[in-house]
Nanobody
């Protein structure tokens, strides 16, 4: 069982940066691929980024490549999403999720989810 709590969202201007954090409970955190997803108003939830259990592999959706960086600290049970050069189209609720020993951008394969944190980017 893993519980996830996101933080770090807020209201920023286009071009600004934010760092989202996800705190995970559970002794087997380092067995999970961790992902970030987002859902904009009126749209389906979409994959943003993922990082494998060891931190040795990451993946991003095309729209955030070069701007967002996912990282994790297994000693602290934390995963982060550094978001730079934010755009209005990045406005969404951002969710942290855990996939046990998997590697996927498919949200259906993720086992645990946080409650989400709102990111709003004004133009």
């Amino acid at each position: 069982q893993v519980q996830l709590v996101e933080s770090g969202g807020g209201l920023v201007q286009a071009g600004d940066s934010l760092r989202l954090s996800c705190a995970a409970s559970g002794r087997t955190f380092n067995s999970y691929t961790m992902g970030w997803f987002r859902q904009a108003p009126g749209k389906e939830r979409e994959f943003v980024a993922a990082i494998i259990w060891s931190g040795g592999r990451t993946g991003y959706t095309d729209s955030v490549k070069g701007r967002f960086t996912i990282s994790r600290d297994n000693a602290k049970n934390m995963v982060y999403l550094q978001m730079n050069s934010l755009k209005p189209e990045d406005t969404a609720v951002y969710y942290c999720a855990a996939d046990y020993k998997g590697w996927s951008s498919d949200e259906a394969l993720y086992d645990y989810w946080g409650q989400g944190t709102q990111v709003t980017v004004s133009s």
